[in-house]
């Protein structure tokens, strides 16, 4: 699987982006989908997951009320609607294929490149 990330940007405190991570190679409808963030120095941590069909969804509590993670198998494309953006969401964003609805990175196979987010103050 192939994974292609996309939506990252700047945005002032309080913006809404709406990232975008799409596959090719294979179905995705087949994979729990992931996302994560890391910022320089840091560990990468679980965002926010969904299960294979989308019935099952996750979040770090740091997000819970402000993120959306949502997807699209017959687009094969999955997203993360995040809103009421704050400077320490500054990371780059990845988004990740696996098999196991787990926040541990190690457990997700396949990985996009990552896009830029910036939150101004």
């Known amino acids: 699987v192939q994974l292609q990330a996309s939506g990252g940007g700047l945005v002032q405190a309080g913006g809404s982006l709406r990232l975008s991570c799409a596959a090719s190679g294979r179905t995705l409808s087949n994979y729990v989908m992931g996302w994560f963030r890391q910022a320089p120095g840091k560990e990468r941590e679980s965002v926010a997951r969904i299960s294979s069909g989308g019935g099952v969804t996750s979040y770090a509590n740091s997000v819970k009320g402000r993120f959306t993670i949502s997807r699209d198998n017959a687009k094969n494309t999955v997203y993360l609607q995040m809103n009421t953006l704050k400077p320490e969401d500054t990371c780059i964003y990845y988004c990740?294929?696996?098999?196991?609805?787990?926040?541990?990175?190690?457990?997700?196979?396949?990985w996009g490149q990552g896009t830029q987010v910036t939150v101004s103050s």
């Open positions: 990740a294929a696996g098999q196991t609805l787990t926040s541990s990175p190690g457990a997700y196979q396949y």
